[in-house]
C-alpha cells in the first residue's frame, strides 16, 4: 500500500519551532518531488514549500520565506519541514504530497498524506 504518513505536528506558542516529517511506506520517495501544503479551517488550501527529486531545488510560500525550511533524506525515505518563528497564522493542518515535478497546485500531486495539525497559540 502506498502511503505517506505526517508527524510532528502539536501545539506551540509564537515564536517556537516544529519540524515536520513525512515519510513514506510501500514506495521510494527518491522519484517524487515532495511538496508541503497547509489548510486553515474556513480557507482554502495552500502550497507552503516544495523541495524537489534530488533535493537541490527548493521553493517557498512569501509567507513562510526564511521561518520554514524543507529539508529530506532520501535514505531514510522521509522529508522535513523544519518550521521557527511560528505565527498564529501558521496554524493549520499541513500534509505532504508526492508528484513528479513541484507543482504549484495540489491536483497535480498522485500520493497525499493525511495531515498533521500545527497550532500556534499563546
Known amino acids: 500500500q502506498l502511503q505517506l504518513v505526517e508527524s510532528g505536528g502539536g501545539l506551540v506558542q509564537p515564536g517556537g519551532s516544529l519540524r515536520l516529517s513525512c515519510a513514506a511506506s510501500?514506495?521510494?520517495?527518491?522519484?517524487?518531488?515532495i511538496g508541503w501544503f497547509r489548510q486553515a479551517p474556513g480557507k482554502e488550501r495552500e502550497g507552503v514549500s516544495c523541495?524537489?527529486?534530488?533535493?537541490?531545488?527548493?521553493n517557498y510560500a512569501d509567507s513562510v520565506k526564511g521561518r520554514f525550511t524543507i529539508s529530506r533524506d532520501n535514505a531514510k525515505n522521509t522529508v522535513y519541514l523544519q518550521m521557527n518563528s511560528l505565527k498564529p497564522e501558521d496554524t493549520a493542518v499541513y500534509y505532504c504530497?508526492?508528484?513528479?515535478?513541484?507543482?504549484?497546485?495540489?491536483?497535480?500531486?498522485?500520493?497525499w498524506g493525511q495531515g498533521t495539525q500545527v497550532t500556534v497559540s499563546s
Open positions: 504530497a508526492a508528484g513528479s515535478s513541484c507543482y504549484p497546485k495540489g491536483v497535480d500531486y498522485d500520493y
Open positions: 510501500g514506495f521510494t520517495l527518491d522519484y517524487y518531488a
Open positions: 523541495i524537489s527529486r534530488s533535493g537541490a531545488n527548493t
